[in-house]
């Protein structure tokens, strides 16, 4: 009784700490030039001494027409020098606030990033990310009765990536919790399942492990929050391998300490007190010979949220099989760098984060970067950020369509990456593309693979280069027929490329290639993981430049092996 009680307080409390961001949110809503002025005003009074500051006349600047007159679109390159230098401590010429930390991340190709996270930039998430609880609140009241579980990723960083020194800015968030504050990060822990110190443990085995027995032990667990839902698909894959393991911690509380720091350890082992009634309730389930039952296990499950754009919908389709009570919601346009759009309505409603950054869109038919105020229903456009971390008129490389307005703020639609362009021999092939044309195929055949995506594909000194389609097949398998039936769709689909079909008519890339792997998906997380990607925010593009393909015969039936990863960049 008294641990429901102090659930519920902690839930009140966090969502009365949301409260006035999303009254906030709304009057912004209904006045998005008005907010964005105002902070691009902060923006620039907080940085005129800054270095860059000083450089590009902040003190001088008015209008945002000034403004996008004086500083220039800028790519990370542009700041990456700056960066590196107040990692060795340096003086940080971006921003007034020295940053806290840098946050690696990478898109699906190029060398990974170090992104700072300063204050003020802490306090732009938390206007997002406020309003976005407070909805979650008023949308779903149960969730004040029960427990939450917010995804956190694996200490998977390599040791070379850490620190360059004992005192320089550490890389990587203590917790995923800091994106909240420090007021939003210590209430929203009171109303968690898992402990935060899961992150630190690196071995991903052990982590799934660990991770599993705390969301098993709490029958109360009512919202389930990842980035991408194959992180969740995944974890609820490992119940049926670890189920001997899960049921005896549970009803001992003792848990394994291979592959744990012994402080680590003692520390997790604080917090698992045995529960022999709540593994005997999962023991009846059977979960292993009845998978079908996993929602009987979290019985008052309300919401599950994670990413539903971006070819998401095999793992969806799976979470609403096996939780076909929870609502489903879609995540707005998060990354690293800043927040571009957060759901504060129904599914198709994710406004601008107006109150966060201040933003332009380029207009792709034109080059011209307009104001989140004028912007279009039904046009597309790239997304340029300028934060308090120091990144002005900085190049997203996210493309969006305006879906419609929320009281008078855009919402936005992702589409994809507009960097994501490979170009072998000058075919100059688009990720997009390349997700249309896998999207057609499905629609076309009778094929839905679990994994689907574009690699580059050398066929050796005296073969022309080309792309290998590695398809993942749930059973039953298709035929090799129906395969080369799926792949010829996706190369008549690319072949509208000028570019693409100019390369293949001169014989300097060979046709499409369909090989057949195992394990698609954990393949490529890991893949992205010992890049320094954190596992719970990829999402998993239709094309990536940087895996390479195992030896194997042309024949798609002759290539059954999971995909493989180049090594990772130095950052």
Not at 13 to 37: D, K, M, N, T, Y
Not at 133 to 140: E, K, Q
């Amino acid at each position: 009784m008294l641990k429901s009680l102090a659930t519920f307080a902690a839930n009140v409390l966090w969502f009365v700490s949301c409260l006035p961001g999303w009254i906030r949110f709304q009057f912004a809503l209904r006045h998005p030039q008005r907010a964005q002025e105002k902070v691009l005003r902060r923006l620039l009074r907080q940085n005129r001494g800054t270095a860059f500051g000083l450089r590009h006349g902040f003190a001088d600047i008015r209008t945002p027409e000034d403004f996008a007159a004086c500083v220039p679109l800028a790519e990370y390159d542009d700041f990456a020098a700056d960066i590196a230098a107040a990692r060795r401590n340096a003086p940080f010429p971006l921003a007034a606030e020295t940053p806290l930390l840098l946050e690696p991340t990478s898109g699906s190709s190029g060398k990974p990033k170090l992104i700072p996270l300063t204050p003020s930039l802490q306090c732009e998430f938390s206007a997002a990310i406020q309003p976005w609880i407070a909805w979650l609140y008023l949308a779903h009241p149960r969730l004040f009765f029960g427990r939450q579980y917010w995804a956190v990723s694996p200490n998977t960083l390599p040791p070379h990536r850490n620190n360059v020194s004992p005192d320089s800015i550490p890389i990587g968030f203590s917790d995923d919790a800091d994106y909240l504050g420090a007021i939003g990060g210590f209430v929203s822990r009171k109303c968690l399942a898992t402990p935060p110190e899961l992150r630190l443990v690196a071995d991903p085995d052990t982590f799934r492990l660990l991770t599993l027995f705390f969301l098993l032990r709490d029958a109360n667990l009512r919202l389930i929050s990842v980035w991408h839902p194959s992180f969740l698909t995944l974890l609820l894959d490992a119940i049926p391998r670890q189920w001997p393991a899960l049921l005896r911690m549970l009803r001992t509380g003792d848990l394994p300490a291979s592959g744990l720091e012994p402080d680590l350890h003692h520390r997790l082992v604080s917090r698992a007190s045995p529960d022999p009634r709540r593994a005997g309730e999962l023991e009846s389930l059977d979960l292993p010979a009845h998978p079908e039952h996993i929602a009987r296990t979290w019985p008052r499950l309300e919401v599950i949220s994670c990413w539903t754009g971006d070819r998401s919908e095999p793992w969806l389709a799976r979470l609403r099989a096996l939780f076909p009570r929870a609502t489903l919601q879609g995540k707005g346009l998060l990354a690293t760098e800043g927040v571009v759009s957060l759901p504060t309505g129904g599914d198709h409603l994710r406004p601008c984060a107006i109150r966060s950054h201040y933003f332009e869109f380029i207009d792709p038919e034109t080059g011209t970067a307009l104001p989140a105020w004028r912007l279009q229903s039904g046009r597309e456009y790239a997304i340029v950020l300028s934060t308090g971390g120091g990144l002005w008129r900085y190049r997203l490389h996210d493309r969006v369509r305006v879906a419609g307005f929320c009281r008078a703020t855009p919402c936005l639609e992702f589409l994809g990456k507009d960097n994501l362009v490979s170009d072998l021999v000058g075919e100059k092939l688009n990720e997009r593309h390349v997700a249309e044309a896998l999207s057609v195929a499905q629609s076309t055949t009778r094929i839905r693979p679990a994994f689907a995506m574009l690699v580059p594909d050398a066929r050796g000194p005296n073969a022309a280069p080309g792309y290998a389609l590695l398809l993942e097949m749930p059973a039953p398998v298709p035929s090799e027929m129906e395969i080369r039936r799926f792949a010829e769709t996706v190369e008549t689909e690319l072949l509208r490329n000028y570019h693409y079909d100019h390369a293949r008519n001169l014989g300097q890339l060979g046709s499409l290639r369909p090989v057949r792997i195992r394990a698609g998906t954990p393949s490529y997380l890991a893949f992205r993981e010992h890049r320094g990607n954190r596992i719970g925010t990829v999402k998993i593009p239709a094309l990536d430049m940087n895996f390479s393909l195992p030896d194997a015969g042309p024949d798609c039936s002759e290539a059954d092996t999971p995909i493989q990863g180049n090594p990772p960049s130095e950052s």
